[in-house]
């Protein structure tokens, strides 16, 4: 079963989409954290900022996991892993 490309390629999205969730909780947790702490603090606002930055990551994650058919993903893997084998 295990050699079936078919099983292989959903078993990769499933780890891809697993790894997806996790990243997402994370970041919930970890903004909820800092929204708490800007907010005990009563310091100016500045929680936007790790919230953008790292939701931008969330966002490419997200991107490459639901839609790896769009133009820039669209074979990244595969044509990573050609090059890299020409090379050698």
């Known amino acids: 079963m295990s050699d079936d490309p078919n099983y292989v390629a959903a078993k990769r999205h499933v780890v891809a989409r697993k790894g997806f969730y996790i990243h997402l ?3 919930l947790c970890v903004m909820a ?3 708490t702490i800007n907010i005990a603090t009563k310091s ?3 929680v936007q900022w ?3 930055g790292w939701g931008i990551g969330v966002l490419g994650h997200a991107i490459g996991v639901f839609a790896p058919d ?3 993903a669209r ?3 595969e044509r990573k892993i050609k090059q890299r084998m020409a090379k050698r």
């Open 50 to 52: 790790p919230m953008l």
């Open 70 to 72: 769009l133009p820039l």
């Open 25 to 27: 909780l994370v970041y």
């Open 33 to 35: 954290g800092l929204v």
């Open 44 to 46: 100016d606002w500045w």
């Open 75 to 77: 074979n990244w893997e």
